[in-house]
């Protein structure tokens, strides 16, 4: 069974920055490309980030382009975002989700951990 | 980038079918055979309905069934179902990016 576990959110203030983690089981981790999604509270979902099997092919949103970075460690079946700068608009639950192959160009979100909530606020 | 146009909320009753649409352009939609729907119940992850814009992941409900026409993907459940009434997101490759649309609430009545 797929299992995602993201950790790493918290309340944090603007301008500074966080690492969210989100630790893979369940599936042979590097066989798959990886996303993060956020959902603002009360609001819908919206595409952060993501990454290939080998990390040759990364991508971002415009809102998040040049603040965050997306890595991963597959010897850890670990998925990372490094948050820098952030901003109150950043304020949202991050999913982490498994992509359905392994490129990121033909492969949307398929499988989703429950998130890890990050809060910006002074 | 744009987020993909979905209307805010449709609405049902037991047995019917609905479909909601997703409107994007010419460089999301319109370009690649790429549309995904999510099911969302408050409180929980969202779920893949349907890849590739009308393949269905195992164990999905063949209720639940997906198209495209131009830059217009649909979403259609047919039979409609109490345990439907949740939120649904449509997804676009957008080249090396993906884009969701704004959501649709499914109110089953």
């Known amino acids: 069974e797929v299992q995602l576990v993201e950790s790493g959110g918290g309340l944090v203030q603007p301008g500074r920055s966080l690492r969210l983690s989100c630790a893979a089981s369940?599936?042979?981790?590097?066989?798959?490309?990886m996303h993060w999604v956020r959902q603002a509270p009360g609001k819908g979902l919206e595409w952060v980030s993501g990454?290939?099997?080998?990390?040759?092919?990364?991508g971002y949103a415009d809102s998040v382009k040049g603040r965050f970075t997306i890595s991963r460690d597959n010897a850890k079946n670990s998925l990372y975002l490094q948050m820098n700068s952030l901003r109150a608009e950043d304020t949202a639950l991050y999913y982490c989700a498994k992509a359905r192959h392994y490129d990121l160009e033909s492969s949307p979100p398929s499988n989703w951990g429950q998130g890890t909530l990050v809060t910006v606020s002074s | 980038q744009s987020a993909l146009t979905q209307p805010a909320s449709v609405s049902g009753s037991p047995g019917q079918s609905i479909t909601i649409s997703c409107t994007g352009t010419s460089s999301d939609v319109g370009s690649y055979n790429l549309v995904s729907w999510y099911q969302q119940h408050p409180g929980k992850a969202p779920k893949l309905m349907i890849y590739e814009g009308s393949k269905r992941p195992s164990g999905v409900s063949n209720r639940f069934s997906g198209s495209k026409s131009g830059n217009t993907a649909s979403l259609t459940i047919s039979g409609l179902q109490a345990e439907d009434e949740a939120d649904y997101y449509c997804?676009?490759?957008?080249?090396?990016?993906?884009?969701f649309g704004g959501g649709t609430k499914l109110t089953v009545l």
């Open positions: 990454i290939s099997w080998n990390s040759g092919s990364i």
């Open positions: 369940g599936f042979t981790f590097d066989d798959y490309a």
């Open positions: 997804c676009s490759y957008a080249v090396i990016l993906w884009v």
